[in-house]
């Protein structure tokens, strides 16, 4: 749905077209769970040739299961920090456990916020996608929006030169080792 009214009022996380990184966060939610609940009928295209793993979906979804993984992430700071006192570890890192707890939300919010305000353009993709290298060894090569518009099937986000895109060789390692398949390695 992004990429198909990429920077339109019908994106569903476009900075364009909300007032801040709250309300586009908001507006996202708010579009896929009508469009996951069904309530609204999905355009085929969006739906066509995606896995349908309803039963998982369903289970995933429930707050017993947010729960749990909040459970998961406490433990492994309390393990790591009280326990076993790991080097470089100390009490005050316990507040950064609501960032993490929030992590997709987090990571969403400035890949699409960031991704389409912010840095430079290599191609005129009809929308206001952007490039943002500075920030985006943070995001490990998501936030070569712009590149990731034009060509959103390549597995390399990089383009220019002087681009790196740190995830495409750990995905190349993995296809290399057989834990993945790639249909094609560019």
């Known amino acids: 749905m992004h990429h198909a009214y990429s920077d339109t009022p019908l994106d569903p996380h476009s900075p364009h077209h909300t007032e801040n990184l709250f309300t586009m966060m908001w507006k996202t939610k708010k579009i896929y769970n ?110 070569f929006q712009n590149n990731h518009h034009r060509l959103p099937k390549r597995v390399n986000f990089a383009v220019k030169w002087f681009e790196f895109d740190p995830t495409y060789p750990i995905v190349k390692l993995l296809h290399a080792t057989g834990i993945i398949k790639l249909k094609s390695v560019k």
């Open 34 to 143: 009508e469009h996951f609940s069904f309530r609204a009928k999905p355009e085929e295209r969006f739906v066509k040739d995606v896995p349908d793993w309803n039963k998982f979906d369903r289970f995933a979804d429930t707050m017993g299961i947010r729960i749990g993984w909040v459970v998961v992430y406490v433990l492994i700071y309390v393990l790591s920090i009280s326990v076993f006192d790991l080097p470089g570890t100390h009490w005050w890192m316990y507040f950064l456990l609501p960032i993490h707890f929030m992590m997709g939300p987090v990571h969403g919010a400035i890949v699409n916020w960031s991704g389409h305000k912010y840095g430079y353009a290599n191609f005129d993709n009809n929308d206001k996608s952007k490039n943002s290298l500075i920030l985006d060894f943070l995001m490990l090569g998501e936030l």
